[in-house]
């Protein structure tokens, strides 16, 4: 079976009656929404689109970056993730909604690397009621036929359709990830709460199975992560490591640490593996 390479699906055409506005222009520490999905996607797929309705193609935030118009009837994203499948329908599409502002690129990496080509999708499930997220989620080219059917047959909601038809669903690394932004009172909190998870680099050091499985002795990288655990759950999902955390010792900058230990910017961290033979 051959694995179709992936594109990047930014979802942008929705009408934001909740916000008032349009979604995809709201600004997070500088950039749009549109912007940074956009950015988001370009790190992980080869080739990447705006999808929107006809009548925004002239709008200038989307205009300047390549675009999928919806090409069949309906609303909703149901219609833009059809449309992406029948412009290119080599490609499996990372479809992502523009109103993600927690959304990183380790819930992505996560996402890809435990992708199930053989299934419609691969998609996270909620963290909030267990069902599928499909506007977080890898679209294979075998669900277009499929998707055509069920709306067809007078349905249009991509997370019953991934009920309905089974999709690979994987467990959330960070359960805030996923959470959208479709009011007021919404945005006002994620901006405030953005504002809180400024980026620092730290250096990370890995022995033994851990460096086999990272490929890597030791790396600068920068992150959000604000605790050694929550550096961890970064990171497995990044290389897939296979040890538990409770399985580790953990040490900052030469010290044996707490997994609880605030970090601070330059810091040295350190995964220690259990040693071979007890």
């Known amino acids: 079976m051959s694995i179709s390479a992936i594109y990047g699906l930014v979802l942008a055409g929705g009408a934001s009656k909740r916000m008032q506005r349009d979604k995809a222009a709201l600004k997070y520490q500088g950039k749009t ?24 193609t002239s709008d200038p935030m989307r205009a300047q970056r390549p675009m999928i118009v919806d090409s069949v009837a309906g609303e909703g994203p149901i219609v833009g993730i059809r449309s992406a499948l029948a412009a290119h329908p080599e490609a499996a ?24 080509p053989s ?21 294979e080219p075998a669900a277009a036929r499929t998707l055509a059917e069920y709306q067809a047959a007078g349905g249009h909601c991509p997370r019953k359709f991934l009920i309905r038809h089974g999709a690979h669903l994987i467990d959330p690394l960070d359960p805030r990830a996923l ?24 250096k990370i050091q890995y022995y033994a199975l851990m460096r086999e499985q990272a490929g890597r002795s030791e790396e600068t990288l920068e992150t959000s992560a604000a605790t050694p655990a929550d550096l961890y759950t970064e990171l497995a999902a990044r290389y897939g490591f296979t040890l538990s955390r409770e399985q580790l010792k953990v040490a900052v900058n030469s010290e044996f640490s707490d997994w609880s230990r605030k970090l601070a910017a330059n810091d040295a961290v350190v995964f220690i593996p259990p040693v071979a033979g007890g």
């Open 119 to 139: 299934a419609l999708a691969t998609a996270y499930k909620s963290a909030h009621d267990g069902l599928p997220e499909p506007l977080c989620a890898i679209w």
């Open 33 to 56: 929404q549109l912007e940074r999905a956009f950015e988001l996607a370009s790190r992980h797929a080869g080739k990447v689109f705006v999808s929107l309705r006809a009548d925004q």
């Open 93 to 116: 599409w990372l479809v992502l909604a523009c109103d993600l502002p927690f959304l990183s690129d380790i819930a992505i990496e996560g996402l890809l690397r435990r992708r199930d």
């Open 179 to 202: 959470d959208n932004v479709n009011t007021p009172e919404e945005y006002s909190q994620a901006v405030a709460a953005l504002e809180t998870l400024s980026p620092m680099q730290l």
